[in-house]
């Protein structure tokens, strides 16, 4: 199967085909992931939580990270996979300045990543800028940001007023403004998800507690198998629930996104 690159992404929108994400931290799964039909996988700071057994990703450093994608990365080699992978910068690795962001991401792309993932808005589109043009593909996140969930005052739904919702819409344009190639939304109401996935023409999102208007959807890989130390979100379904293994439940999701069975907006969003 041919390899997913940036183009691949642009021709799945052009076509009205959804993008399958799925996080992934280590070289197993990451075959599995692959094999199953993922498009695309993160290695997710969310390894703070379900590798390390952290309450946050504040604590992730850019060697977990590394470390994490190089594994993620020889799997899918090992296998001859078609997946391409994103891995986030960490919280700390790209805010001090242009120049520590692309050597974190340099640090990030030379581990295996194809991609890298920073969250914000606001000054978060310059240094985008500054990534894209030197030839780091970039993925945002806005919503939900957990790097900053202190200063949100916790892990709750974003964009609910219409100032917030505006707000979220001007970051949006400026991440895409600023080359980005995906975006993830995290935790926003379903509408304002949609309108911003109609905004943005070169840019597709992706969603997790975002609502089914997205281009693409993204789901911690331990809850969609129902492996979780705590409460699962509302966002999340177990596909392992009626499935008969770990590649036929991730298989499943990847159908259930492609023919947009998931997430279904009256359980799964706001
Ligand atoms: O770290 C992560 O797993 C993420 C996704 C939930 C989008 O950022
Ligand atoms: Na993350």
Redesign the pocket.
Known sequence: PKKVSIQTFADMRARGEKIAML?AYDATFAAVADAAGVDTL?V???LGMVCQGGNG?VGVSLDDMVYHTRCVAEGVRRTGGRTLIVA?LPFGSYQVSKEQAIASAVALMSAGAQMV?LEGGGWVAETARFLVERGVPVCG?LGLT?QTVSSLGGFRVQGRTDEAAACLREDSAALEAAGATML?L?MVPAALATAITADLLACATIG?GAGRGTAGQ?L?MHDMLGVNLGRMAKFVRNFMDGSDGVKGAMERYVRAVKDGSFPDDAKHAW
Do not use: F, M, R, W
């Open positions: 996080t993160l997710g700071d969310s990703t986030d993932k996140h957990p993830v995290e997790i993204v911690v």
